[in-house]
Nanobody, 125 residues
Framework: QVRLVESGGGLVQTGGSLKLSCVIS????????MGWFRQAPGKEYEFVGA????????YYADSVKGRFAVSKDNAKNTVYLQMKSLKPEDTAVYYC??????????????????WGQGTQVTVSS
């Protein structure tokens, strides 16, 4: 059974940084395309960023491009989301997700097969 566990969320001031981690177990991590999504209260899931199984390609939503970075460590079965220059509008529950390739559209919520439980990120103004 594939399981994803996020950590690293918390409360940070505007302009601050956080690094989220997501550990995957029960599967072959290097085969999965990994994505990060977020959901703010009363809103739909929003794509944040994604990384290919090999780690060679990354993709970002326009709203976070230049501020967030996705990386992965296949040896540790872990994917990361480094967040910098945080804004109050980044406040949300952040989820990592794994997709068995092929994944035609990494920004598509429905393309992912496994999800973590989420971690809260709150950015104070």
């Amino acid at each position: 059974q594939v399981r994803l566990v996020e950590s690293g969320g918390g409360l940070v001031q505007t302009g601050g940084s956080l690094k989220l981690s997501c550990v995957i177990s029960g599967g072959t991590f290097s085969k999965y395309n990994m994505g990060w999504f977020r959901q703010a209260p009363g809103k739909e899931y929003e794509f944040v960023g994604a990384i290919s199984g090999s780690g060679g390609s990354t993709y970002y939503a326009d709203s976070v491009k230049g501020r967030f970075a996705v990386s992965k460590d296949n040896a540790k079965n872990t994917v990361y989301l480094q967040m910098k220059s945080l804004k109050p509008e980044d406040t949300a529950v952040y989820y990592c997700a794994a997709s068995r390739p092929p994944t035609p559209q990494l920004s598509d919520y429905e393309a992912y097969d496994y999800w973590g439980q989420g971690t809260q990120v709150t950015v104070s103004s």
